[in-house]
């Protein structure tokens, strides 16, 4: 079911097929690797927590009771700044009770960006929160 518009296309793991998706970013922060020609035609850029915060609005109250695991999307959703992040992860944990699981895609450079707390402090809020690192980025020579 779809409650708002997506820049498509909208790439999400197979094991996300049940997940509601939040694009939180539009494309790839790497967007440069040879192998991968999966948002080449997106300019990455990171949406505002008040467009997410509307997004969470639009989903109607009682399929908010159906949702069990969301999916951060796109290619690079932890490059996200942390302290907006976890205000998303805030937003989603009061409005989905539900919720168990939360993925995204990380790069190897969004993952270095954040420290062992921040990274710990993301598994703690909303009932664990679930990185899914499936990208490996090379550099361009």
Same mark, same amino acid.
């Given at each position: 079911m779809y409650y708002f518009d997506y820049v498509e296309p909208v790439f999400r793991p197979p094991s996300e097929a049940r997940s509601l998706i939040f694009q939180i970013t539009v494309g790839c922060s790497q967007n440069h690797c040879r192998f991968c020609g999966m948002y =080449?035609? =997106?300019q990455f850029h990171i949406r505002s927590v008040a467009e997410i915060a509307a997004e969470i609005a639009a989903v109607p109250l009682q399929h908010r009771q159906q949702y069990q695991r969301i999916f951060? +999307?796109? *290619?690079?959703a932890l490059v996200y700044p942390q302290a907006e992040l976890l205000q998303i992860l805030d937003l989603l944990a009061e409005n989905f009770p539900r919720l168990t @699981?939360? *993925? +995204?895609y990380a790069s190897p450079n969004s993952l270095t960006t954040k420290s062992v707390t921040e990274l710990a402090e993301l598994k703690k809020r909303n009932c664990g929160y679930s990185i899914s690192v499936w990208k490996v980025?090379? @550099? =361009?020579r």
């Amino acid at each position: 079911m779809y409650y708002f518009d997506y820049v498509e296309p909208v790439f999400r793991p197979p094991s996300e097929a049940r997940s509601l998706i939040f694009q939180i970013t539009v494309g790839c922060s790497q967007n440069h690797c040879r192998f991968c020609g999966m948002y =080449k035609m =997106k300019q990455f850029h990171i949406r505002s927590v008040a467009e997410i915060a509307a997004e969470i609005a639009a989903v109607p109250l009682q399929h908010r009771q159906q949702y069990q695991r969301i999916f951060l +999307a796109d *290619g690079d959703a932890l490059v996200y700044p942390q302290a907006e992040l976890l205000q998303i992860l805030d937003l989603l944990a009061e409005n989905f009770p539900r919720l168990t @699981r939360i *993925g +995204a895609y990380a790069s190897p450079n969004s993952l270095t960006t954040k420290s062992v707390t921040e990274l710990a402090e993301l598994k703690k809020r909303n009932c664990g929160y679930s990185i899914s690192v499936w990208k490996v980025v090379t @550099r =361009k020579r």
